[in-house]
């Protein structure tokens, strides 16, 4: 078990330019959760997925956000002409959906910085 | 709506020393979890300890100890004999239902614990 993957770990860009985000998930977990964490707050909710279904999206994801699991595994988060205002730390974290056993575990993170 | 609130933003404790961190939440639902999660320097989200709705028996986990009371809405995190490793931040959580849907932050508390 590796864990929660997120790849870049970094990134930087200019506002207006696209960006996309990978998250590799804990093998045999159906959620996955996507969250954005900005300095001195809690992670904030985006939208999350049970295997390749996206079951809820927050307020928070405007119409230049858009995410998918494409074959229930990975996951992938665009933004789509970036704004200051996107730079934040972008949170993976997966979870298997049972009775006794729903932690959610968090990867490392991608953090966003828009110039 | 669902609120998590942690009042103490900073706590400074010398080493050995016991801490308590305080978690108020606001929730309409009667079932839903509670969790603790650590994040270090490092950035990662660590789950330490979660409680159900239904339980409100208190446990000891090694150093950590938790206070959950559904009277007041409240559930309290103990570290005993803290140590210089313990200095994170961090988060109470809430998840409604059966634990598996996304989880509301609080804005977290950081501990710094002084050798």
């Known amino acids: 078990d590796t864990g929660v993957s997120q790849d870049p770990r970094h990134k930087i860009t200019k506002r207006g330019q696209n960006v996309t985000f990978r998250c590799d998930p804990i093998?045999?977990?159906?959620?996955l959760y996507w969250y954005r964490q900005t300095l001195g707050q809690g992670p904030e909710f985006l939208t999350y997925f049970q295997n390749e279904a996206q079951l809820e999206k927050s307020r928070l994801l405007s119409d230049r956000f858009s995410a998918e699991r494409p074959k229930g595994s990975f996951s992938t988060l665009e933004i789509q002409r970036t704004e200051q205002g996107d730079s934040a730390m972008y949170l993976c974290a997966s979870s298997l959906v049972s009775f006794s056993y729903n932690e959610q575990f968090f990867g490392p993170g991608t953090r966003l910085t828009v110039l | 709506a669902q609120k998590v609130t942690q009042v103490q933003t900073e706590i400074s404790v010398v080493e050995k020393e016991d801490v308590t961190l305080d978690c108020v939440y606001e929730?309409?639902?009667?079932?839903?979890?509670l969790f603790w999660y650590k994040q270090p320097p490092s950035g990662e989200l660590v789950f330490l300890i979660r409680?159900?709705?239904?339980?409100?028996q208190n446990e000891i986990s090694g150093r950590y100890s938790w206070n959950f009371q559904k009277s007041t809405s409240s559930f309290n995190f103990t570290i005993t004999a803290s140590q210089v490793v313990d200095s994170a931040v961090y988060f109470c959580?809430?998840?409604?239902?059966?634990?598996?849907?996304?989880?509301?932050f609080g804005k977290g508390t950081r501990l710094s614990v002084i050798a």
């Open positions: 959580a809430l998840s409604l239902h059966s634990g598996n849907t996304p989880l509301v």
């Open positions: 409680r159900n709705s239904f339980d409100e």
């Open positions: 929730t309409r639902d009667t079932t839903y979890y």
């Open positions: 093998s045999e977990h159906n959620r």
